[in-house]
């Protein structure tokens, strides 16, 4: 099983600035790997999928790069909406893992 | 518009069972496999199941296997996940979910309803 570790746990940032998350493999998954993004009481949205493409409606403040075993998100500016928890998961190998979570909460 | 309706979640003893069933709308459901997504109180996301189209082929984590099953009725636009020999470490909110691409097992959640919330407890 492929396992998925995201960093930081937990990133303190304030509205405008820069957020950079981190989601590492155990083996490599090429590029079969999505973000997710979770509210409190809501369900996960996906927001990139295939390391790098934006599912439909995300905005392009919102990014996504690597492949292999090291997977970046970022978002360039952060709004009041972007606050949350952010989960990996990879479809490269059986069985579909997720990652642990990054939550980006207000400083 | 995509909805997913989850319903059939609720307080189980241990060693019970339940049947979780979800009514979707707004695609074309027998073009899609569907997959139960969990996610226990206060943790992360567990993928449980997937089901691809047409009933070609059902999956499981290695958590469930022997205990759950998954199937669809293409007629009623519904997937289910019949849960037996439930165990407390099966306590969570479950979530169904549509695959983006459709054809098989290995995929992302691009829809994802409400959730059902399962307890089990003595």
């Known amino acids: 099983e492929i396992v998925l570790t995201q960093s930081p746990v937990t990133l303190s940032l304030s509205p405008g600035e820069r957020a950079t998350l981190s989601c590492r493999a155990s083996?490599?998954?090429?590029?079969?790997l999505a973000w997710y993004q979770q509210k409190p009481g809501q369900a996960p949205r996906l927001l990139i999928y295939d390391a790098s493409n934006r599912a439909t409606g995300i905005p392009a403040r919102l990014s996504g790069s690597g492949s292999g075993t090291d997977f970046t998100l970022t978002i360039s500016s952060l709004e009041p909406e972007d606050f949350g928890v952010y989960y990996c998961?990879?479809?490269?190998?059986?069985?579909?893992?997720f990652g642990g979570g990054t939550k980006v909460e207000i400083k | 518009e995509v909805q997913l309706v989850e319903s059939g979640g609720g307080l189980v003893q241990p060693g019970g069972s339940l049947r979780l069933s979800c009514v979707a709308s707004?695609?074309?459901?027998?073009?899609?496999?569907m997959s139960w997504v969990r996610q226990a109180p206060g943790k992360g996301l567990e993928w449980v199941s997937v089901i691809r189209r047409s009933g070609g082929g059902t999956y499981y984590a290695d958590s469930v296997r022997g205990r759950f099953t998954i199937s669809r009725d293409d007629s009623k636009n519904t997937v289910y996940l019949q849960m037996n020999s439930l165990r407390a470490e099966d306590t969570a909110l479950y979530y169904c979910?549509?695959?983006?691409?459709?054809?098989?097992?290995?995929?992302?959640?691009?829809?994802w309803g409400q959730g059902t919330l399962v307890t089990v407890s003595s």
């Open positions: 083996q490599s998954v090429s590029s079969y």
């Open positions: 998961q990879q479809r490269g190998n059986w069985p579909l893992t």
């Open positions: 707004g695609f074309t459901f027998n073009n899609y496999a």
């Open positions: 979910t549509k695959t983006k691409y459709g054809g098989n097992w290995d995929d992302y959640f691009d829809y």
